[in-house]
């Protein structure tokens, strides 16, 4: 179920992840955008496909575009991981896929549709999943699908607007620098 989380609290951060105070999510990405934690979760499956999710069309940013399994923000002093399977479970309903920290990636981003700013400090999180199947929450995730990683890294090239524009930056983590 959907609540709007532009009243959350996001962490902001300095260029190295120190911690610097806090905003709400809305507040947090108005232009010109505060840097804030954030977290991205890659999921393989036992082929080396990676699942991607197309954000719902009600986003405020980046709607309908496609990106990792899911993402989000923790809580101010929440830590990364726990938000991560927490959103798992929110988006997908996912409730035990081990995951693991593989990187942190910086990026800025404004949504051309709606003028909202991406500026975060993510911590990439990779996860296996073998048998457990998602249940997607329709108010967060428009569709779901696996695709191999070397037709994600064509499609990344070839059609950039399709995705979110953090998914390559998490991806080249995910893959050990390979793009």
């Given at each position: ?37 954030a977290f991205s979760v890659h999921l393989m ?113 070839r059609q950039p607007s399709e995705f979110v ?15």
């Amino acid at each position: 179920m959907n609540t709007s989380r532009e009243g959350d609290l996001v962490e902001l951060v300095d260029e190295q992840g120190s911690a610097l105070g806090s905003a709400t999510v809305a507040d947090a990405h108005s232009a010109p955008g505060m840097r804030h934690r954030a977290f991205s979760v890659h999921l393989m499956d036992g082929k080396g496909r990676l699942l991607l999710q197309q954000r719902a069309l009600t986003k405020t940013r980046f709607a309908g575009r496609w990106g990792n399994a899911t993402c989000g923000h923790p809580a101010p002093g929440e830590k990364p991981a726990s938000a991560a399977s927490r959103r798992l479970f929110e988006e997908l309903g996912l409730g035990a896929v081990e995951l693991t920290e593989i990187g942190v990636y910086g990026y800025r981003a404004e949504d051309p549709e709606t003028g909202r700013v991406e500026h975060e400090y993510d911590h990439v999180f990779l996860g296996l999943l073998s048998s457990e199947v998602a249940r997607p929450d329709p108010s967060e995730v428009a569709a779901l699908r696996w695709m191999p990683t070397t037709e994600l890294l064509r499609a990344l090239k070839r059609q950039p607007s399709e995705f979110v524009p953090w998914l390559a930056g998490v991806t080249d983590i995910a893959l050990g620098g390979t793009l």
